[in-house]
């Protein structure tokens, strides 16, 4: 779910004003790469370290959450595509803290 959220957002930043390329558009695609490349360190850690990397991974995904809306309000991205993209954040964040409870049992 995160490396195609991280997908979606390359493609979404792509059109953002060249004004942003090292702005918004930049911290947007660092998070999204955050979110997989935390879990993918985590997998190879005990159950107490990966719990960590995933709450860094959820950390990056409510600060894509953030950034997400910050873009709308400034027109770079449409509602439509605003709403489908964060819906898909809510997913991962539901999905991932239902997987960590799992870790912390």
């Known amino acids: 779910m995160a490396m195609e959220l991280a997908k979606e957002i ?3 930043s792509a059109s953002f004003p060249s004004s942003e ?3 918004l558009a930049s911290q947007m695609n660092r998070c999204s790469v955050s979110m ?3 879990i993918a360190e985590g997998s ?3 159950n107490k370290s990966f719990s960590h990397f995933i709450d860094i991974s959820l950390g990056s995904s409510f600060e894509l959450q953030t950034q997400l809306i910050l ?3 400034q027109k770079y991205i449409t509602d439509e595509s605003s ?3 964060e819906n898909k954040i809510e997913e991962f964040q539901k999905a ?7 870790l912390n049992k």
């Open 10 to 12: 390359f493609k979404i």
């Open 83 to 85: 709403q489908y993209i």
């Open 71 to 73: 873009a709308n309000s």
């Open 44 to 46: 190879s850690r005990t």
């Open 96 to 102: 991932t803290m239902s997987f960590q409870n799992t």
């Open 36 to 38: 997989p490349s935390n």
């Open 21 to 23: 390329k090292f702005g």
